[in-house]
Nanobody, 126 residues
Framework: QVQLVESGGGSVQTGGSLRLSCAAS????????MGWFRQAPGKEREFVAV????????YYADSVKGRFTISRDNNKNMVYLQMNSLKPEDTAVYYC???????????????????WGQGTQVTVSS
């Protein structure tokens, strides 16, 4: 199992930026595809962005495309989510997740991920 700890959440105004970080320990991060997911109150957990084990492939939800950037540094066992031009609808708890690499690409379904952090709150006010 890999342990994940998110940080970097907070409260910002519309149009602001935040950078979320996810620190991994316990296993080599390069063995995992990584993803960011979010869950707003009363809503289902949803896909935000995922990145393949090497960083060579990234996928984004349409709602964040062009505003968010996922990246990773396997040497530092870190994954990041740079969030720009934030909107009130981005308000949610953001979770980092890890999926052991298989021959398929990184999944956009949160159900495929076995390892989760505790989440970090992001609040965007208008």
């Amino acid at each position: 199992q890999v342990q994940l700890v998110e940080s970097g959440g907070g409260s910002v105004q519309t149009g602001g930026s935040l950078r979320l970080s996810c620190a991994a320990s316990g296993r080599t991060l390069s063995n995992y595809h990584m993803g960011w997911f979010r869950q707003a109150p009363g809503k289902e957990r949803e896909f935000v962005a995922v990145i393949s084990w090497s960083g060579g492939r990234t996928y984004y939800a349409d709602s964040v495309k062009g505003r968010f950037t996922i990246s990773r540094d396997n040497n530092k066992n870190m994954v990041y989510l740079q969030m720009n031009s934030l909107k009130p609808e981005d308000t949610a708890v953001y979770y980092c997740a890890a999926d052991l690499v298989d021959y398929s690409g990184p999944s956009v379904s949160w159900r495929e991920y076995d390892n989760w952090g505790q989440g970090t709150q992001v609040t965007v006010s208008s």
